[in-house]
């Protein structure tokens, strides 16, 4: 099966790009097939309206939620992807429709997918609401998960662009976790389910993007989702979706989502060799903070009359302007960046850096600069 095919053919054209909220998926949600049942399952804080997708009549039953914090779009797109193979006569479709039963709520934080924030309308992280429940859309999901009985939770998540795959150095472009159900992060069978899982998908994303699949931190939080729900004896996995080369829209790691959640519903008539899926799993890198957006290296600096030369790095800043989201970049890190690397980096050669009538770099400030009064880099970006 080529699963980056069926990404590319079953792409949802109607949604693109990161800001996803509501309205834009609405239309989308109600021109799925009828096989397809659509509730309204509750209310955000701002009264907008929480959905449910229901799908397949099988045995086994995976509840999965996507935009618990309203800035990570990626996975919606992917699930909306997966939502139109699902709507296909394929014959894998046809077994996981008998095989599977799936819940899938779309959008769980509809205010903070429209005000583009991790929060929900009450500045509250839900992933930090798991244990008391205090926000309603953490209600709904409690609810739903109490009255659908699910064998697998899928917790759909982005990650951040300084993430990378230790030892590789590359972009960690989706990363995986099964959550720890205690303090000392032992592994039980909960656990181990969530794990053989993962690894389908692991040996899946490899033959695309080898080296760029991570394996998120699993320190115990009771009070997030994904730890709460194992705790509670269901194999919970994480899924996170990072950065891809050039793809700051995430057009391009949807794919990648879609691929992760097909290869989950592969048939596997293996036996689970426990410790062998234990050591296949701790194979997989775990995620680092090594990248920064931009990396200048070799900039010549006055400061205090003194010439330097250093590196700088400046990071994107997500901000919705009018209704469109923009990319601002600031200076973030100066010197010290020995262990980073830069999705773009620029060798300044020496070249006299210029700002404002400065010839150093400042912490925050926009990344609009001159080197030799020159060259121009205009949004971290050198103009050409």
Known sequence: MDYLQLAT?????KL???????????????SLNPDFEITEIGKSVQERVIYQVKIGTGKTKILMWSQMHGNESTTTKGLFDFFNFL?????????IKSDYTLLCIPMLNPDGAFLYTRENANKVDLNR???????PEMQVLHSVYKSFHPDYCYNLHDQRTIFGTEGFNLPATIS??????????????VRLKAIHIINKMHIALQLYIPNQIGRFDDSYNINCTGDYFTTQNTPTILFEAGHYEDDYDRDVVRKYVFISLLSSFDASYENVIVNKELNNYLKIPQNNKCFYDFIYKNVKIIDNSEEKIINFAAQYTEVVQNGQLKFVASIVKIDDLQDFKGHLEYDCANGLFESKGRYFPQLEDKADFFINN?????????II
């Open 9 to 13: 053919q079953y792409l949802e054209p």
């Open 176 to 189: 995986f976790l099964s959550p720890a159900y205690n303090e000392e992060r032992e592994y039980n069978d």
């Open 16 to 30: 693109k790009g990161k800001y996803i909220h509501l309205e834009t998926i609405l239309p989308v949600l109600k």
């Open 87 to 95: 709507q296909s006569d394929n014959e894998t479709v046809k077994r």
């Open 374 to 382: 020159l060259t121009e880099f205009n949004n971290g970006v050198k």
């Open 129 to 135: 609401d798991a244990f008391n429940a205090t926000q």
